[in-house]
């Protein structure tokens, strides 16, 4: 099945702990995006990577970190400086400039 | 700055009736426009995308009007059904030097009722 894998469905952090939130597709997509989507608001661009080995900034970049080592894969590191991390984050990719396709998303909450 | 906007709330509509949602804009030029559909802790689903050189598009019971004089999107389910409501995602893209940003509206929860 092709498609894009979120993993955990639901991550506990406590305070002062960064934590990593895996995000793989087997699409054979080049482009890969991170969102943020709190209760009642539209989807924020976190990070997005057009390509391998490089990403690029979105719009709430502060707090957060990103690698492309993989086509396959895109994490997202939630740091400690991120003060108020709690919402629910979707990762996506796509090949060209139109669609997006997204995963199930993960669920961080703040002990 | 620039804007999406999308009617916060919910719409209520009886099975078998066109549900009509918005998606307005401002200081936005898009290449195109989407829309996407997302259930209760899922992630969202692309439905239909239009560009801005034209008016319509339709796909089965869905069809999506794009006016850049207005600004204005508007997205029909025709013949609706308890199982359309969802929240509905308007999504624009500018494509910038950046590549294929898109910037999504609050989105419009629909409810379709027996």
């Known amino acids: 099945d092709g498609g894009i894998t979120q993993s955990p469905k639901y991550l506990f952090r406590k305070e002062g702990q960064n934590v990593t939130l895996s995000c793989e597709q087997n699409l054979n997509h080049d482009a890969m995006y991170w969102y943020r989507q709190d209760p009642g608001q539209g989807l924020r661009l976190i990070y997005y990577?057009?390509?391998?080995?490089?990403?690029q900034k979105g719009d709430i970049a502060e707090g957060y970190s990103v690698s492309r080592e993989k086509k396959e894969s895109f994490p997202l590191t939630v740091t400690s400086a991120q003060k108020n991390p709690t919402a629910f984050y979707l990762c996506?990719?796509?090949?060209?400039?139109?669609?997006?396709?997204f995963g199930p998303g993960t669920r961080l909450l703040v002990l | 700055s620039q804007k999406i906007e999308q009617n916060s709330e919910a719409l209520n509509i009886q099975e078998g009736k066109t549900a009509t949602l918005t998606c307005n804009y401002t200081n936005y030029s898009p290449a195109y426009l989407q829309w996407y559909r997302q259930d209760p802790g899922r992630g969202p689903v692309f439905l239909l995308l239009i560009r801005e050189n034209e008016k319509e598009k339709r796909k089965e019971r869905l069809k999506v009007t794009f006016d850049t004089t207005l600004k204005q999107s508007l997205f029909h389910i025709t013949a609706s059904q308890p199982a359309d409501s969802a929240t509905y995602l308007c999504?624009?893209?500018?494509?910038?030097?950046?590549?294929?940003?898109?910037?999504f509206g609050t989105g419009t929860q629909l409810k379709v009722e027996l």
């Open positions: 996506a990719s796509s090949m060209g400039a139109e669609t997006q396709y």
């Open positions: 999504a624009l893209s500018l494509l910038t030097g950046g590549g294929n940003k898109l910037t």
């Open positions: 990577s057009q390509i391998v080995n490089d990403f």
